[in-house]
């Protein structure tokens, strides 16, 4: 008894570790910086829990946001997964209900990092219910410093991700629980922990395509059994249900053809498991008739429905899937680079992982092979799918890891243990020195792992993004805070109810740093309201003004890195913009223009016109010609493009500059008002009058 | 129903030859020479286009029927270089998708004569290219009804590339003919599957009575060890960006199998991490078998020592690899 509490002790131990060592290297932008939040969604995540926790949770349900989107506004309670918000909302409700007065920012700011934590005791969790408890201790301290998870958790990264990692490995563990089990109460926890992914994250699909995945291949193995029947039927009928409360989900799952192999799944169940109990009751002539006249039965509904046009869902999932297979090049796919970049040592050691899963198979380790499958095909196709590879790489590295440990690390204690496969138990045959050495290697290796995992989140996923730091010869760091310099003279400066435009890039920032209203923002739902902006730069100026005024802009805003060489400004992005534009209005943008002749994008003198006089090159270069930046470039020299730009003296017509911060990094214009029509000359009119008219009208006698 | 239809033709019989009589008897010779020389050449690029979607022309047949004046209809034309001593493999993928182009056009439903699509091989109509002083293959050009070619006339093939696609926009803006581009479906995939499940079908047939193949738990892993290790090594990335198989520097000859920058890779490369990746999961594999397996202590000794060495020679290989390629990446493991 006093073993196996020690062992508990330990285990918590590690775990509180795993906690705190996931917990504080995520906090190197807050170390670096303050505590902000990064990026361009998280400030739309942050400005919606904000507006839930000063209004209640109904008023976010109906709020409507007639900040984004002008002139159509945007109904953020059914447009969202509320699960970040509800999360973060509630934490602050019950700090501040204990007297602990946080602000919601730091809530949002330190969820993910803490959620992480909880990330690592559910990957222990399921990793222990798949190999032992080693494993799992290993897992989740894999999963706890492992780079592909920290890309998108962060201190400051307050985004439905954070949160979802953690909603998906703990309803695996409570699946895999299920169905070992065969119990209603893990089955129902499983839901629950279903919905609350449901709740926060579109990637609820991965769960609901993986877990009927696994039903088949089980049915497939002849693994049925009355737990897997109760798991998946309870699982199917509860999670629907539930999934249908979220109002942005509403009723995709019984409509789209992503749901539909779930459902399909269900009735083969219901089919398989009533041919069981026929077989059982039947005698085997009049089972194999039953099942004939069962089959061609089937047979005849599917060739009624396929002579049908409307095709039942299930034949139209498999039809509207093919051109979404054909068309996954338009995602960015992986290369081995970014695997090894993020997982490390983990990616060549998890195949191992699958092999020893494979070799001991059960219902459990079917359902982590199929996971690993599954998740790394779809890394394979899309960079940001690393995501949902990542936990299940812990998990089969650790089970490798773990399974040489096992073996090489050999305690005297296990050894009497009587769990031995072998009669020869190996460790005692094998040298210490090799058991020395390949504990020493694996050691070493995981010690790599870790100096890599810190460095990688050091350098690579600790940038807010919001605030940019360079460094000088010496080590020195500069702040460069003109984004927010920018927001807040915006806040400060204009109308409460001026309308910003800019880039869709810069939406939510503006709606949440200046709280100001703006055309196009980062949710891009709206295709031709973004192309309409993007023709409004691409335009020359007065074509721009035609549609910034039909649009009731007040303020435009951009991005220009031209003076301290930041790449990710708006004439790198400028070419999106055009083709967007020409995508809606091909008959007045063209690609084509914007190049040279020898079709290359240049912004000097050789640069093609229709470029040097557009409204985002006006305003980029707007009296940047005058300014000289150091003695070895002559003035207007682009530090981002390494060129002198070919357009100097730029007059504004329907602009005005109205605020440009410290480091060029963002400039304001306001765009005039119509000015009063037909503008005369000071002179006096001059009516040519034949003669000079004088009235006739007599006036009454009383004035006389 | 027959009746109708006979005498429907019977009408439009008459609108013919009354055409033609009218045609005849037009009032001012050089006019009606004109016209005979423009029916005649729009009826000799219909027979061919007829024929084939693209009209091969030569340096007499260009100026014939490009060069010399009455015309009323536009042609485009592909100026390349085809033949196999030329070694113009762009002009060969251009061919293809301009062959879709015309192809669609040939047997759309809007198919008229105000539009044909031609070709000159450089090795058939070298004085077309001296005539119009050209001196790069593949160039569309389009010859419009009326006028000479202007600049935009000219497709511009470095910036918006060859995809057919792009090839109907251009001529919808220079010509006003809109062609919906049709591809030919592929059959090569589904036909390929096809003959695979039959293989696997006729396999699991022959050995039907020993299927136990079915439940060899080596196998499945095997595979699923193979597919991992495929998409881990960015062999999707691959397929769908096509990179070289390695780089030859022109100067100096040299081959080299791994790309420089970090975002992109080549085939070689990959196969290369492929092996790697595969090798330190054998080496992890040998060294658990080696503990586990009921071997004599000698063999196990030995698989011990060859787990070991794989594990830290492949690691620290590919390790270095990613340290050339990541730029300021820090640290290395017994490789520099």
């Known amino acids: 008894a006093s073993v196996s509490g020690f062992l508990s002790l330990l285990s918590f131990t590690i775990l509180f570790l795993a906690w705190l060592a996931g917990f504080s290297s ?25 507006h839930l926790s000063t209004n209640g949770f109904y008023e976010f349900l109906n709020w409507f946001d007639e900040r984004a989107w002008y002139p159509l506004g945007r109904i953020v309670g059914g447009t969202v997964y509320p699960g970040l918000m509800v999360t973060a909302g509630l934490i602050h409700y019950i700090l501040n209900l204990l007297h602990v007065t946080v602000h919601i920012r730091d809530v949002c700011v330190f969820l993910a990092p803490v959620f992480s934590g909880l990330t690592a005791v559910s990957t222990f969790l399921l990793t222990r219910e798949l190999w032992n408890q080693g494993a799992g201790l290993l897992a989740a301290c894999f999963i706890a410093i492992v780079p592909g998870y920290i890309s998108r958790s962060v201190a400051g990264s307050f985004d439905n991700e954070g949160i979802a990692i953690f909603a998906l490995q703990f309803t695996y563990y409570l699946w895999v629980k299920s169905v070992k089990t065969g119990s209603v109460f893990w089955t129902i926890g499983c839901c629950l922990s279903y919905f609350y992914m449901v709740s926060a994250w579109g990637g609820y699909v991965f769960i609901i395509n993986l877990i009927p995945l696994h039903v088949f291949v089980l049915l497939l193995m002849q693994r049925f059994s009355r737990r897997l029947y109760i798991a ?26 992503e749901h539909m192999a779930a459902a399909g799944v269900f009735a083969l169940l219901q089919a398989y498991a009533f041919l069981q ?30 002579t ?83 936990p299940v790489v812990c998990m089969l590295s650790a089970i490798a890891f773990s399974s040489v440990f096992e ?52 350098n690579a996923y600790s940038s807010p993004s919001v605030v940019l730091a360079s460094y000088n010869h010496d080590g020195s760091r500069n702040i460069l805070d003109d984004f927010r310099e920018a927001y807040y003279w915006l806040r400060q400066n204009t109308d409460e109810h001026a309308r910003v435009m800019s880039w869709w890039d810069y939406g939510y920032q503006i709606a949440g740093m200046a709280n100001r209203t703006t055309l196009v923002d980062n949710n891009t739902w709206n295709n031709s309201h973004i192309a309409l902006v993007g023709k409004a730069m691409s335009s020359n100026e007065s074509a721009a003004y035609e549609i910034m005024k039909s649009l009731d802009v007040d303020y435009v805003l951009i991005i220009f890195g031209g003076v301290i060489g930041y790449s990710g400004d708006d004439i790198n992005k400028f070419l999106w913009m055009v083709r967007i534009a020409e995508g809606e209005h091909p008959k007045d943008i063209r690609e084509s223009d914007y190049f040279t002749p020898q079709g290359e994008f240049r912004v000097d003198k050789a640069g093609s016109p229709t470029l040097l006089n557009c409204l985002m090159y006006k305003m980029s270069y707007y009296r940047f010609g005058e300014m000289q930046l150091d003695f070895r470039t002559p003035p207007g020299f682009d530090r981002t493009r390494n060129a002198e730009i070919g357009n100097k003296d730029i007059r504004l017509k329907h602009l005005e500059e109205a605020f440009t911060s410290e480091h060029w990094l963002v400039r304001i214009y306001r765009v005039k008002k119509q000015e009063n029509r037909q503008a005369l000359d000071h002179k006096l009119r001059n009516i040519a009058a034949k003669q000079k008219y004088t009235s006739k009208k007599v006036l009454p006698s009383r004035f006389h | 129903v027959d009746a109708v239809a006979a005498s429907e033709m019977f009408y439009k019989l008459l609108i013919v030859v009354f055409l033609a009589v009218s045609l005849q008897g037009a009032p001012a010779d050089g006019q009606k020479k004109k016209e005979t020389l423009l029916s005649e050449k729009v009826s000799q690029m219909m027979e061919w286009t007829s024929k084939r979607a693209v009209i091969r022309l030569n340096g007499e047949k260009f100026r014939r029927l490009i060069r010399a004046p009455p015309r009323n209809y536009s042609v485009i034309i592909m100026f390349t270089a085809l033949q196999p001593q030329r070694q113009c493999g762009v002009c060969k993928q251009a061919d293809e998708e301009y062959q879709i182009l015309a192809n669609s056009w040939r047997y759309s439903n809007a198919f008229t004569n105000r539009i044909f699509f031609a070709m000159v091989d450089f090795d058939e109509g070298s004085d077309v290219f001296q005539m119009l002083n050209m001196n790069s293959a593949p160039t569309f050009i389009n010859f419009p009804a009326k006028g000479k070619p202007k600049r935009a006339d000219t497709y511009e093939l470095q910036v918006r590339g060859f995809a057919a696609e792009q090839l109907a926009r251009w001529v919808a803006d220079r010509t006003d003919v809109h062609i919906r581009v049709i591809r030919p479906p592929n059959y090569a995939g589904p036909l390929m599957l096809g003959l695979l499940l039959a293989f696997i079908g006729s396999l699991a047939y022959v050995r039907r009575n020993n299927l136990e193949f079915l439940f060899n738990k080596n196998v499945w892993a095997f595979s699923a060890l193979c597919f991992v290790l495929i998409m881990t090594s960015g062999q999707m990335w691959n397929h769908i960006r096509g990179p070289p198989y390695a780089h030859k520097n022109p100067n100096t000859g040299q081959v080299s199998y791994i790309h420089g920058s970090s975002q992109a890779q080549f085939v070689a ?5 492929l092996l790697f990746n595969a090798a330190v999961t054998l080496g992890i594999v040998l060294l658990h078998e080696a503990a586990t397996s009921d071997l004599d202590v000698g063999k196990r000794k030995i698989m011990c020592v060859a787990g070991i060495g794989l594990v830290v020679l492949f690691f620290s290989w590919l390790l270095s690899i990613f340290r050339a390629k990541y730029h300021g990446y820090p640290y290395s493991f017994l490789l520099g």
């Open chain 1, 26 to 50: 995520r906090l190197f932008a807050v170390i670096r910086f303050e505590s902000i939040i990064h990026e361009f969604d998280p400030w739309f995540n942050y400005r919606s829990t904000h």
């Open chain 1, 232 to 257: 998946y039927s309870t699982f199917y009928i509860v999670g629907l249900v539930l999934s249908m409360q979220i109002p942005f989900v509403g009723f995709q799952p019984i409509r789209t053809s």
């Open chain 1, 407 to 458: 073996h090489y690390l050999g305690d005297d204690m296990k050894r009497e243990n009587p769990i031995k496969q072998h009669p020869f138990y190996p460790v005692k045959n094998s040298s210490v020195y090799s058991k020395l050495i390949v504990t020493m290697l694996m050691l070493m290796l995981l010690m790599m792992f870790a100096v890599h995992c810190t460095w990688v989140t050091s």
């Open chain 1, 308 to 390: 049908k046009p409307s095709l039942p869902p299930l034949l139209r999932y498999a039809k509207i899937h093919i051109p979404i297979i054909a068309s996954v090049s338009e995602h960015q796919p992986t290369t081995w680079v970014s695997f090894f970049f993020d997982l490390h040592i983990l990616v060549c050691t998890f195949p191992a992982g699958l092999w020893f899963c494979i070799k001991n198979i059960n219902d459990e380790r079917v359902f982590v092979a199929l996971y690993a499958i599954s998740a790394v095909y779809f890394a394979g196709v899309m960079v940001r799918l690393m995501l949902t590879l990542t």
């Open chain 1, 277 to 306: 109990y026929l077989k059982d009751r039947l005698t085997r002539q009049e089972f194999q008739t039953l099942f004939f006249l069962g089959v061609s039965l089937a047979a005849g509904v599917v060739f009624l429905t396929l």
């Open chain 2, 269 to 273: 490369e990959t196969h290369i991490v």
